[in-house]
Structure formats: C-alpha cells, structure tokens
RNA sequence: GGCGGUGUAGCUCAGUCGGCUAGAGCACACGGCUCAUACCCGUGGAGUCCGGGGUUCGACUCCCUGCACCGCUACCA
C-alpha cells in the first residue's frame, strides 16, 4: 500500500481578492505535494474558503451584495489565481457547503454531550456601533473602539465556551514528544512557552452574528469562526459522515499556515481534535511574510501586491520560483519589483534558460537533432553524473523541513556546474570527425542532465519542466513519473528527435 | 515588563564539536570564450565577524555586560 501524504492550506479568508501572501502559502503547498507525488506517495491536497463571520457581512454591505454573492465571487477569484498558478488541490472546500456545516455541527453536538463544551457568560469590552468585541489592550487610550474611536463598553453575554484549559497539560505532553511539531523551533518555543502561561477556556459562540452556522441545540447562538474554519481539515475527508477518506489520510502530515494563525492551529485545533479523540496533526508549519517597502503588506497604506497581476507580467512559474528561491521558508522576506526582476533573470533566464537554449541548437546541427549516443565515459562526465546523482538526497532532506530555497539552491549547484561542464568541454570545438565521438558524449551529458533537471524542478515550476522535457523530445508527463525511476541516470533514448530550442525564460528587461 | 531570537563583505545570508590566510550568491572591476536569452567561464577588491570585559595555548563560535533591531505575550482571517 502506498503511504499517504496529507497537506492543507488555511481556507482563505475571502473577503477580499487574493494578495502575494495567500499565494505564498498555496504554492509552497503545491511544490510540497508534487515533490511527495514524484517520491511515490499517494497524496491529498485540501485547500478552500473560509466564508462566514462579521467582516465578511460588512464588506458584502459596503457592496451592496449578499454575503453569499461576495464570497462566490471571492472564491472565483481565488479558484482562478490557482489555476494560473499550476496549483494541483485534491480538493475545495468552502465552510458555507453543506458538507461542511453538517461536520461542524456535529462536532458541536459532541463536544458539547460529552461536556467539552458548556453554557457560560462571555465578559468583555464591546463597541455596540461596530458590534464586535475587543481585548483590553486592543482598545485606543482611554477604552474607545479601535476601529471607530467611540467608547466601548463593558457588557456580558451568554456564550458556549469550550474546556480549553483542560488540555493544556496533554497538549505539552504531546509537544514534549513532538519537538518538531510545529516549525520552525522558535516557533514551537513560542507556542510551548503560551501553553505553559495557562490556557483559559474559549468561547466558541457569538449571538445574535447572522452569518455563520448556528449551533445545533440553541439557533441563536452561531459558532465561533475559528471553531468553524479549523473543522475544515475534517469535513473535507467526511468526519462523521462517511469516513473512508478519514481513516485513508488522517492524521494530516502538515498544516501549512501563516504565523499570524499559528496558535489556532498549535494550540486549538490540537485541544479540540484531542476533545474528538482524534490523531494529532504531525507538523504546523508557519511560514513568514512578504514585506513590501519595509513594512507589512496592507490596503490602506497601498501595500499590496497581486500576484495574479505579476503571474500575468512575468510567467507564473516566474512568481512560484521567486516566491520559493528568494527567502528561506518561515522567515520574513521583503518583495520589490527590482529583487524579483533581478532573480529571475540571473537564475531561470542566465543559468537554466540559457543552458538549455545553448544547447539544444548543438545537437541540431552536429548531431541532426538527434540525442546522440553517449560513448565512452571521462572522469569529468562521471563527476557530472555523480553531482546530478547527489543532489536526490540532499533535496529529500531539504523538503522533509521544508527548506525550499535549499533545495532550489542543491538544483542550481548542478545547473551551474553544467554550465562549467560546457564551457570546458567546448562542444562547439569538437567539430572533427576524429573528435565525433567526444561531441556526442559531451552533449549527451548535458542533455541527460537536463532531462533529470527538468524531473527535478517539477515540483517547483511544473509547466516549465515540462517544456523542458518537451523540448529534449520527450514526450512523457512529468505528473506521472516517479523519481525512483525517471531519476536514473540515463533515461535519454539516443536517436530521439529534439524539438527546435525556444527560450524558456525571456529576459525581463527593467 | 516577562520570555525568545538576531546583529558576519555594498546587499541577502552560511559558518557543524572553539583551531591553520572567515565563506556563498547578487552587485562591482578586469580578463577569457563566442554555442547561447549581450549569455557563460575565470580572476580580483574589500569585512574592527555590533561595543566592552572574561575563560582559553587559541573565540565569529563559550560566559558576563552594554547597545540596536525583531518576534511572542489568546479569541485580530
């Protein structure tokens, strides 16, 4: 039986258009799944929308919408920058299907049986203008509302809360024994270090919030958002309905998240799939942010970047290399237009583009376009082959921690290397017949390189690969190969007719 | 305030157990090549390794201290 792979991505918030962020996290999703799918694994891929809550309603009312007709269109939005992107999502799914609510409300009817949850008073500052609820230290000075500057007030109300604090010391359990469980470490010290302070138990419902799912027993209470959006990673595989895909994939190898959701998913979700008497995930991993002109992306101050605005400008696996290649996953990383133009012409046009492009017309006209057969082999192409070889390894550690831009950075030993390889060996010079021989082997080398350069970068810029293998006369697809095989030194069929060379990656002129 | 982290070439960063002239990529300068997307290859310059003190035969690496910056400190998708 194949070993399974589970990853998710948060279900977006949509009530808005997609930015450089939520793409961030997709594709390093994607790359993550289709490097398992190349290792062998059979996969699944949630991704989805996060459709319920206040701001929601309030944006559907600035335009003159229904919530639902908002996040429909929302979601077409985001559905679309998938597909622009190459994101291979096993599935969607939206917290307003009725797959969804049927799970949430279940769960809720549970924990609730089994006194996980529980009727309490809800105390805090509320600004009733804006009706939402805030900390004490979220309040502007002198206990006004943040977000209009009137005075908030202090009011109870009536609310479910769930037994948080009861988990607190399973919960460290489990971290003392999954020192990795969420990544990066100072990340798990943070999360370790909140748990220890004490949790307190949380209010799981809102009343009188029209947009969301009501709590089975009591209408007027609606569950909490965050409650709803974590269910999610269980709805999607049937939980209580019907289990098949449960009992397949669960628990979920990685949880893929930003850091600003960090705790929901190290601390919550955890205390409530423990609750359910379900699995723990195995890994969160938080990622950091895009920063643009040193400071966080945001609307108001004009800060955002669309990544389906810079897809269509540069290429799309232009975006998925940048976004991967330029900073090292989970720190932050600062996005300008120069940064960008400046790493994906001196990697994908010079380095790789360029070693393709060099080559190709070669093999046209000294070798009819055609592979040529390799020949004898020199210590300096069994040193080629053996670095081509080595990089396998190294990326398997690199993606087992998520470390893209290490592996980006085994890739592009090789493809400098090749480079070299060409630069010394002189294809061009070996024109002679006594030197026929030679030529053919030198070029076979580099093609055969590429082939496998081409299998390895699938995951990371998969339309591109495949153009490269397109392009060196292969006809496979690169979705169904497996690295165990196509990995292999050698796979070039001499005699295979090669396609006219294009360049992959046109410069960007700045 | 508490806890955690960072401070190394112009820029972004590597530097495992403390050990010979401190590294990479980009940028810059010069040279080579000319198959190619004016590309690729080679050579080179520069760094008080944040400041101060200590341990040691020897510290970028360990300890103390000062400064600067960043993160977390629950209901913000």
Excluded at 304 to 312: F, G, K, S, T, W
Aim: charged share 25%.
């Amino acid at each position: 039986m194949k070993k399974t792979f589970y990853l998710s991505t948060p279900v977006y918030y949509v009530n808005g258009a997609p930015h450089l962020g939520h793409a961030y996290t997709t594709v390093a999703a994607d790359t993550l799944v289709r490097y398992k799918r190349l290792s062998g694994w059979e996969v699944f891929f949630l991704t989805g929308s996060d459709e319920y809550g206040n701001k929601i309603l309030r944006s559907a009312k600035d335009q003159k919408v229904t919530p639902f007709e908002l996040v429909n269109k929302m979601v077409e939005r985001f559905q679309n920058l998938w597909q622009t992107l190459s994101i291979s999502y096993d599935d969607f799914i939206r917290t307003t299907e009725e797959r969804h609510i049927r799970v949430v409300r279940n769960v809720f009817q549970k924990l609730l049986s089994q006194g996980d949850i529980y009727k309490g008073k809800y105390e805090g500052w509320y600004c009733v203008p804006c009706e939402s609820f805030w900390l004490e230290g979220q309040l502007k000075e002198g206990g006004l509302c943040p977000e209009c500057g009137r005075p908030a007030e202090i009011i109870q109300e009536e609310s479910y809360f769930f037994r948080l604090s009861q988990y607190q010391e399973p919960l460290l359990d489990y971290f003392r024994q999954n020192p990795d469980f969420v990544l990066p470490r100072t990340r798990m010290n943070e999360v370790m270090k909140f748990v220890k302070s004490g949790l307190r138990d949380l209010s799981v419902t809102r009343l009188n919030l029209k947009w969301g799912i009501p709590s089975p027993i009591d209408e007027q209470h609606t569950i909490y958002v965050w409650v709803d959006a974590l269910i999610n990673y269980i709805s999607a595989l049937g939980y209580s309905l019907n289990e098949t895909k449960l009992t397949k994939f669960w628990p979920a190898n990685v949880h893929l998240v930003g850091k600003d959701i960090l705790k929901f998913h190290a601390v919550i979700w955890p205390a409530l799939l423990l609750a359910l008497g379900l699995a723990l995930p195995q890994r969160v991993f938080a990622h950091g942010w895009w920063k643009v002109n040193g400071g966080k992306m945001s609307k108001s101050q004009g800060r955002v970047i669309d990544p389906l605005q810079l897809a269509q400008d540069y290429g799309s696996d232009q975006l998925r290399y940048f976004l991967l290649r330029e900073v090292p996953f989970g720190q932050d990383g600062t996005f300008s237009k120069s940064i960008f133009i400046k790493r994906i012409n001196s990697d994908l046009a010079n380095d790789l583009g360029n070693l393709l492009n060099r080559t190709l017309p070669l093999v046209t006209r000294y070798c009819q376009g055609k592979i040529p057969s390799p020949g004898e082999e020199k210590a300096e192409d069994k040193k080629l082959k053996e670095a081509v070889g080595a990089v396998f390894p190294r990326m398997e550690l690199s993606m087992e921690t998520l470390s893209f831009s290490v592996a980006l950075t085994e890739i592009w030993k090789v493809v400098k290397l090749t480079n070299l390889y060409v630069d010394r060996n002189a294809p061009w010079q070996l024109t002679g017949k006594e030197n026929k021989e030679r030529l053919s082997r030198v070029l076979y080398q580099v093609l055969e390189t590429l082939r496998i350069l081409g299998l390895l970068l699938f995951p990371f810029i998969p339309p591109s690969a495949q153009k490269i293998w397109q392009q060196l006369g292969l006809k496979e697809d690169l979705e169904k190969q497996l690295f165990e095989k196509a990995g292999k030194w050698g796979g070039l069929i001499p005699g295979t007719e090669i396609q006219s060379a294009k360049p992959l990656f046109p410069r960007i002129k700045e």
